[in-house]
């Protein structure tokens, strides 16, 4: 399903069909622009939209001869138009056509990726209120730390895919900007009123200034963008692929029915679908420096950024479209396991509760290091000996001269060091 979204949806954005037919939409709007003020026949600009297409297979036959894609493209367009396709073209350099057209195509992409961030938000925000109250360890240094819930972990998850969603909304700001301006940016041979123009009627504005091309640190915002949005998908898969490791086994990708997980061992369950995301982060990340180092051409223009582009375009707005739409599908059908969340939680014996008492004591009036020491006793007889920390602490008559009997029970109450997950709740998804 998500191979034949990503096919149908994205990809068809990138086919030679789709360049070429946005492509002529650009030279289109120049001849209307030009009728519009005066500048071509009326009629021509008519007999243009009327009658211009293209054939793919005869731009590729003239491009094999001309060894330019531009010129091709011009020249099969003319051949189809007649004498009026003198007037195409008109005082316009290739950049004008090649780079006003990418601003439309990458916003049908962003509308796309978009709509892909609306879905996984969603899919976050259903799951994590299912599980707001479903209480695991949390871990720092992959050490047990403190009590979490998983509701809690997909929250984080859901505020950062929100952040990804306003920065894409940025980033396809940034990139929505056409140029008409001729060959070095300073509209020799035709007005900035074309220019404006034809970018109002493609939704785009009129670059401030350009020189022959739209400046290159705006592609550079929109792919670290999507490098951006890949490495949330990254981090999100890393930590399942975690809590589906066998000794911690807490969550796991669900694994369907004549699934297999390894060609050598029947038993296995890999967490494929993860891995397969952390290894695609790896390419839009290296796409994004590509783009980066597209910034800095020559004077007003290389060509040096044009081969990249032909790249890191559609494969990265193809890759964080399927990533987005695999890690929804993990999302939904993740396999969650509050039994052995509640039996990882107890395996250190009490000590996730160690700073509980330590804070205690300091309100009772012990130093900190004193305290600290107090406490960090049993606890580590409690990790060597395997000892209960709890019944430690009860039996420690120093501790016991600040803390009374009930006290150390109430300080060992999840509930208690979880009782502010429904502010947190509230602030992320109300």
Known sequence: MIKRYTREAMGRIWTEENKFRTWLQVEILVCDALAKIGEIPRRAAQNIRKKAHFSI???????????????????????????????????????????????????QASKIILKDCNRLLATLKKKAIVHKDTVMVGRSHGIHAEPITFGLKLALWYDE?????????????????????????????TSPKVEAYVCRKLGLKAAPVSTQIIQRDRYAEYFVTLAIIAST?????????????????????????????????????????SENLSGLARLVRSNASAALNNVALWHER???????????????????????????EIIRKLVVYPKRMQQNLELTRGLIFSQQILLALARRGVSRQ???????????????????????????????NYLKPQDIETLFDVKAQLRHVNTIFARVFE
């Open 57 to 107: 297979e005869r731009i590729e036959a003239i491009e094999a001869e001309t060894k330019h894609d531009v010129i091709a493209f011009l020249t099969n367009v003319a051949e189809t138009v007649g004498p009026d396709a003198r007037y195409i073209h008109l005082g316009l350099t290739s950049s004008d056509i090649l780079d006003t057209a990418m601003a439309v195509r990458l916003r």
């Open 161 to 189: 895919m929100r952040r990804n969603r306003r920065r894409m909304e940025q980033a396809t700001e940034t990139v929505s900007v056409g140029k008409i301006s001729g060959a070095v940016g300073t509209f020799a041979n």
């Open 233 to 273: 998908m990254e981090k999100m898969a890393v930590e399942i692929r975690h809590l589906q490791r066998t000794e911690v086994l807490e969550a796991e990708e669900f694994f369907s029915k004549g699934q297999k997980g390894s060609s050598a061992m029947p038993h296995k369950r890999n967490p494929v679908s």
């Open 302 to 328: 290389d060509i040096s950024h044009s081969s990249v582009e032909r790249v890191i375009i559609p494969d990265s707005t193809i890759l964080v479209d399927y990533m987005l739409s695999r890690m929804t």
């Open 370 to 400: 004193a305290a600290y020491n107090m406490v960090q006793k049993h606890a580590m007889r409690a990790w060597k000996k395997k000892k209960d920390f709890k019944e430690l602490v009860l039996n420690d008559s120093d501790i016991r």
